[in-house]
């Protein structure tokens, strides 16, 4: 692959707030009479706010009035907003800055997709967001992984073609969004027997750095 740009995921890659996910829809799903535990809470992962509402919902097996469901989502985000301003630029990872420097430095174009609509809040309480070069959102997408939209809205907004974009992800969604809009990826720390065998792997940040600079050696 002839790596141009580096998308990366946000959640679980960048940097971790399952754990405030987890507590904000366990907050409001506990305020409602709902069933919610970790194990439904993973398959939230990459998944709207809208979308992860509504997979409670259906886990509970109820519908509930849209004023209440606005409601439920609204104070979800709340609540959120208010553990991610306990984050710090000491919350990251110690590899993660150096790597997306040495990318800068290899000459490759970085962007953030995500599908949460507080990714630059996230981004600036870890202090990174200048390092990026495109940074599409939630609230930029109508459509949620494994929709490819948020990486084709990346790679179109660092106006490079999607083959030459490479998806660093944690969750099967993204994998298959990166798939849908033709680019290539990296499963990070992400071991699912449903992935292929060729499929490229990293543990760590500087595995992401080494599997990129092979590719860039190769096409060169």
Not at 19 to 27: D, G, V
Not at 104 to 113: D, N
Not at 206 to 218: D, F, H, M, P
Request: net charge neutral; charged share 25%; aromatic share 8%.
């Amino acid at each position: 692959m002839m790596v141009k740009a580096c998308i990366f995921d946000l959640d679980g890659v960048l940097c971790h707030t399952d754990e405030f996910h987890y507590l904000a829809w366990k907050r409001i799903s506990d305020e409602l009479g709902l069933g919610f535990d970790r194990t439904l809470n993973e398959q939230l992962r990459g998944v709207s706010r809208r979308e992860s509402f509504e997979i409670i919902l259906r886990y509970n097996g109820i519908r509930l009035p849209e004023e209440t469901i606005r409601y439920a989502m609204d104070k979800k985000n709340m609540w959120y907003r208010e553990y991610l301003l306990r984050m710090s630029p000491s919350d990251l990872d110690s590899d993660v800055r150096p790597t997306l420097v040495r990318l800068h430095e290899l000459g490759l174009l970085l962007a953030v997709g995500s599908s949460s609509r507080n990714a630059r809040l996230i981004l600036d309480r870890l202090g990174i967001t200048g390092m990026f070069d495109a940074i599409v959102d939630g609230a930029m997408i109508s459509n949620s992984k494994p929709d490819p939209e948020v990486f084709l809205k990346a790679s179109k907004s660092l106006a490079v073609q999607p083959s030459g974009c490479v998806v660093i992800e944690d969750a099967l969604s993204g994998i298959e969004a990166a798939k849908a809009g033709g680019m290539n990826f990296i499963a990070y720390r992400l071991h699912d027997p449903s992935l292929e065998k060729e499929v490229l792997h990293a543990e760590n940040f500087g595995e992401i750095l080494k599997l990129v600079t092979a590719s860039i050696r190769r096409a060169r």
